[in-house]
């Protein structure tokens, strides 16, 4: 009976941290992307069935950070050009499987809003790639050394924050197995 009160399926809390975390980051991701596309884009064209964007450079921080708009018919760091209907697919199964550990979270606050980063990255994209056909990229980190030569967005930030947060968080709160004396009113064991 404690099992289901505790259960975030039917706790209002674990819902509302878990959609709003999403909501938030969503709507972040998608603002900053129409920012971005109206102020930077110089022109946009179709060229053998894949869009070209000209854009402007914003710096916002010289050689470290700035903005300059791209069109990325492909998936992380442009892998996968033109697979469209796969990386709809792949985000569809993930954000099912997001729902399923948000179901499983049990009391784990934290990790609620992890989930809900997860949740916002894969929508913002996959709003992209149904709306658009592309997902729209804009910032431009570390240019000057070109370490990092990808240009990347906030859904892209929000996946690579909340996998890393998800890893520390397995690392921190592992899986605890209950023993006895922590659960006195199971039977030991003989």
Known sequence: MAQS???????????????????????????SKIHSFATLMLSKSVVDGRVHVDSRTYAFIPDWLEFH????QGAVFGLGQGRRVLFVIVSVAAIGFIFYLF?????????????????????????????????????FALPKWD????????????LCAGVALMILHSIFHGSKKPTPESNPGQIPAQ
């Open 69 to 72: 708009v791209t069109a990325n």
């Open 147 to 158: 370490v990092f030569p990808w240009i990347f967005n906030v859904a892209d930030s929000l």
């Open 103 to 139: 179901s499983a979270s049990g009391r784990q606050r934290i990790y609620q809003i992890i989930l809900g980063m997860l949740l916002a990255g894969v929508l913002g994209n996959l709003y992209d790639r149904v709306v658009l056909g592309y997902v729209r990229d804009m910032i």
């Open 5 to 31: 009160f505790f259960s975030p399926v039917t706790n209002p809390l674990a819902w509302a941290r878990f959609l709003l975390t999403a909501a938030l980051g969503l709507a972040l991701d998608q603002w």
